[in-house]
């Protein structure tokens, strides 16, 4: 077999192959289309309708949020030293000014005795020195003055150092973590401990620019949560961003009271906003909607045939919305069935 021959031989089977691969192809795309389901435009479809309705409209806005310490600090070692003392265990309460722990300052304390002591001497030599009649030079008596003042600044540096071996707490709140323990050795800037107050939370939620404005700072406002249903806690508006995020949303911070600790950091909270929109507000129901909220669509029902419509949406509650364009008061839209409905579909409308 020559070489032509192999070359004619190898392209008729490669055409082979590929018509192969075409006709098995085609036979999958035609078994695949065929088990599409395609919606019969002539067959009607079952929905339920709700008429869009021009009335008095009561809005209720809701942004959750999650609760956040109004006060945290980690406490940390000013000093190099060995705990001697151990004051809280994990979960107290302290109050402000109580002690955390105390470092070895017996060297610091020697130090400052033999200060005093040096100051003692200091001070009655000038007091000798002043009641002399006679005899006593100038120079002795800056040298005694001077002594007194070196002396004086020695113990006031020994007690600002003793000071920082006792580790207090800056504010009154609760002792989430403790890093140290008996006889450990702390270095300057250890994290010792983190102390929590929780007797105010803040409650830090995300509104929209178009809802920025029912917010002020000292606005006073009722908080709830999920796991005390029924209950409103007090809040106070703390903060108002000046500057929205990349979504156009504004962090709203409020100060909410917490005087039993019954919330904790970490908890979700919401804030209700309730006012009448309009007095002839168009509304419609929340599962009339399709489509994005980006491009709000709704079907209308027009001579039995439902038309996809362009929307553009206000506020809302929990069960309706506002229509602010693209609908007429009387207008029905399908609320229900919309599952296998299409553009162009037949309706037949259902109770």
Do not use: W
Request: aromatic share 4%; with cysteine.
């Amino acid at each position: 077999m020559n070489r032509t021959t192999k070359i004619i031989l190898t392209v008729v089977v490669a055409g082979c192959l590929v018509a192969l691969v075409a006709f098995t192809l085609t036979n999958n795309k035609k078994e695949v289309e065929a088990k599409v389901y395609h919606p019969d435009v002539n067959t009607a479809v079952l929905v339920q309708v709700d008429t869009v309705e021009a009335g008095a409209f009561e809005q209720n806005t809701s942004f959750t949020g999650s609760f956040s310490p109004n006060r945290e600090v980690t406490i940390g070692s000013e000093t190099s030293g060995k705990v001697i003392k151990v004051n809280v265990q994990e979960g107290d309460f302290v109050r402000s000014g109580s002690i955390i722990a105390q470092l070895d300052n017996g060297l610091l304390q020697a130090q400052l005795h033999s200060a005093q002591a040096s100051y003692d001497k200091a001070a009655g030599t000038l007091a000798r020195y002043e009641q002399a009649p006679s005899g006593v030079t100038s120079l002795q008596m800056d040298n005694a003055k001077t002594d007194i003042i070196t002396t004086n600044a020695q113990i006031e540096e020994l007690r600002k150092q003793i000071s920082q071996y006792t580790i207090l707490a800056p504010f009154s709140g609760i002792v989430t973590s403790r890093n140290f323990d008996l006889g450990a050795i702390v270095s300057p800037g250890a994290q010792m401990a983190t102390l929590t107050d929780i007797s105010a939370l803040k409650l830090e939620i995300n509104v929209p620019e178009k809802n920025i404005s029912q917010f002020h700072n000292g606005q006073v406002i009722n908080v709830t949560s999920d796991v005390y249903p029924g209950t409103s806690f007090t809040g106070k508006v703390d903060m108002v961003a000046a500057k929205a995020d990349a979504a156009h949303n504004f962090t709203v911070k409020i100060l909410v009271a917490n005087g039993k600790s019954a919330l904790k950091s970490g908890m979700y909270g919401s804030v209700s906003l309730d006012h009448n929109v309009s007095a002839s507000a168009l509304t419609i129901p929340r599962s009339a909607l399709i489509g994005s909220s980006i491009k709000p669509q709704v079907y209308v029902l027009e001579n039995g045939v439902a038309k996809l419509t362009d929307i553009e949406l206000g506020s809302g509650n929990e069960t309706r919305i506002e229509v602010i364009q693209g609908l007429k008061p009387g207008e029905l839209v399908v609320s229900g069935g919309l599952v296998n409905l299409t553009n162009g579909s037949k309706v037949t409308i259902g109770k």
